[in-house]
């Protein structure tokens, strides 16, 4: 009997057990994995920027003087007048402001290196003062309609553009680099009432600079797009540009005699140069806002 009685008790002990053994373990999963996402500057932007551009030409001081008697038909004969031109570079300074567009691509996300390339189009008021000049006291009143025109000044600038290369390496979100490539621009005479051929029309030069880009994370109060596609930039750009062909010397027409040179009859340069054809030459300083398509 006590045979039989261990013999069950055994029984149900490893019944038991091996039912344990089958129930579900009470075990948390596995974690899943996921991967930090890495920023990285590759892809296309565009954005808009604004600043300021300085003349860098060198500051001629000396005016360009020219006398007009009556045989100019600016003056009633036998009257005669003199006009003093300011040569002063501040002709080119004033406001910088447009759009661009371009692509990066970084070798490395996180840091890196990162080659793209830029165009640019920028509007610029540089016209202010380009047309200086002063009558001399005493000189007899210019005829009705006649308008007055500095030789040097008649070539300013109306906008400009570029396409540039860029290098740089980038910290993770902030990118320091340089640049430089082809510069065009066009602008002048017609500001001041005279054809298009009196004017320096088209332009080409070239552009080098450098700046610093950062890209905004996203819970950045600026980044109202609340991505990490916007990014800020602040940026120097020096550009040089050719001289184009324009009818050098004219400073005055009258609506019935077309426009009067500085070697027409009655007119005498008496010093100074009538028109000097040199390179424009000036320096923009300007901030950018960017969106980028494609961020991580």
Do not use: C
């Amino acid at each position: 009997m006590k045979t039989l009685l261990l013999a069950s008790t055994a029984l149900v002990a490893g019944t038991a057990v091996a039912s344990a053994a089958d129930l579900p373990r009470r075990m948390a999963p596995p974690p899943v994995f996921q991967p930090v996402p890495v920023f990285t500057w590759t892809g296309f932007y565009a954005g808009f920027n604004a600043g300021y551009g300085f003349g860098t030409n060198d500051n001629r001081r000396d005016p360009t003087v020219i006398g007009v008697n009556g045989a100019s038909g600016l003056v009633a004969a036998p009257g005669a007048a003199v006009v003093s031109f300011s040569n002063g570079r501040n002709a080119n300074e004033g406001f910088v402001g447009g759009g661009q567009i371009g692509y990066n691509y970084q070798f490395t996300p996180g840091s890196g290196f990162v080659v793209g390339v830029e165009a640019d189009a920028q509007y610029v008021d540089f016209g202010r003062d380009r047309n200086r000049f002063a009558v001399a006291p005493g000189s007899s009143p210019f005829l009705a309609g006649t308008q007055i025109f500095n030789p040097n000044g008649v070539s300013g600038l109306d906008y400009f553009g570029t396409v540039r290369g860029r290098l740089g390496y980038a910290f993770d979100r902030t990118l320091v680099y340089g640049t430089g490539g082809f510069a065009y621009g066009a602008g002048g005479g017609r500001d001041f009432g005279l054809p298009n051929g009196s004017s320096n029309d088209f332009r080409t030069g070239w552009a080098a600079g450098g700046g610093i880009e950062y890209a905004l994370p996203t819970d950045s109060f600026l980044n109202f797009f609340r991505s990490s596609a916007v990014t800020l930039k602040v940026e120097g750009l020096y550009v040089n540009l050719d001289r184009g062909n324009r009818t050098t010397g004219a400073f005055g027409a009258t609506p019935a005699g077309g426009l009067v040179y500085t070697n027409s009859p009655g007119v005498i340069l008496v010093s100074g140069g009538a028109a000097r054809d040199r390179s424009t030459e000036f320096a923009v300083v300007r901030a950018g806002i960017n969106y980028k398509f494609g961020s991580y």
